[in-house]
Antibody, heavy 112, light 112 residues
Framework: EVQLLESGGGLVQPGGPLRLSCAAS????????MTWVRQAPGKGLEWVSTISNGGGGTYYAGSVKGRFTISRDNSKNTLYLQMNSLRAEDTAVYYCAVSAYWGQGTLVTVSS | DIVMTQTPLSSPVTLGQPASISCRSS???????????LSWLQQRPGQPPRLLIYKVSNRLTGVPDRFSGSGAGTDFTLKISRVAAEDVGIYYCTQGTKFPWTFGQGTKVEIK
């Protein structure tokens, strides 16, 4: 059974950093591209970033490019999202996703 | 960026009656590999999104056959042949043909 467990969310001040993690199991992690999608409170879905299976290819939404970095550790079956220079508009539930599967999400709140 | 436009944004339906959601993209979703990466997601209240249909018309294992997807190029449709109580939620179309991946605004399906 595919499982994706996000962690690392919380309250952070504007301008601060936060790192999200997504622990994956139930599939061959190193064979799959991985994606982060976010959803602001009461709003729709927004793609954030995707990383290729080997980590050599990374793609970002314009709204986070230069501030967020996606990475993965295939030896630990874990996906990361390093978020820097956070803004109020980054407040959202962040989901990790692979192929057809989504995690439960982790809430990031950017507020002073 | 490819803009995904869904109509209607709200769909009150009588139990057992059909429902239909349209999704139009601002440019063709046919990838250079010949596939069309148009998917439909369901998000029940308080839940993460769930993939229903991928590559226009392929139903994920376990998705009831009352859900069907169709379309080509820039025009796509999700149909629910007979709406059940558990179908209440927000439905999103999304394209994975070209980065940045984009989502429609969402269509809220509710019971009259």
């Amino acid at each position: 059974e595919v499982q994706l467990l996000e962690s690392g969310g919380g309250l952070v001040q504007p301008g601060g950093p936060l790192r999200l993690s997504c622990a994956a199991s139930g599939f061959t992690f190193s064979s799959q591209a991985m994606t982060w999608v976010r959803q602001a409170p009461g709003k729709g879905l927004e793609w954030v970033s995707t990383i290729s299976n080997g980590g050599g290819g990374t793609y970002y939404a314009g709204s986070v490019k230069g501030r967020f970095t996606i990475s993965r550790d295939n030896s630990k079956n874990t996906l990361y999202l390093q978020m820097n220079s956070l803004r109020a508009e980054d407040t959202a539930v962040y989901y990790c996703a692979v192929s057809a599967y989504w995690g439960q999400g982790t809430l990031v709140t950017v507020s002073s | 960026d490819i803009v995904m436009t869904q109509t209607p944004l709200s769909s009150p339906v009588t139990l057992g009656q059909p429902a239909s959601i349209s999704c139009r993209s601002s440019q063709s979703l046919v990838h250079s590999d010949g596939n069309t990466y148009l998917s439909w997601l369901q998000q029940r209240p308080g839940q993460p999104p769930r993939l229903l249909i991928y590559k226009v018309s392929n139903r994920l294992t376990g998705v009831p056959d009352r859900f069907s997807g169709s379309g080509a190029g820039t025009d796509f449709t999700l149909k629910i042949s007979r709406v059940a109580a558990e179908d209440v939620g927000i439905y999103y179309c999304t394209q994975g043909t070209k980065f940045p991946w984009t989502f429609g605004q969402g269509t809220k399906v509710e019971i009259k």
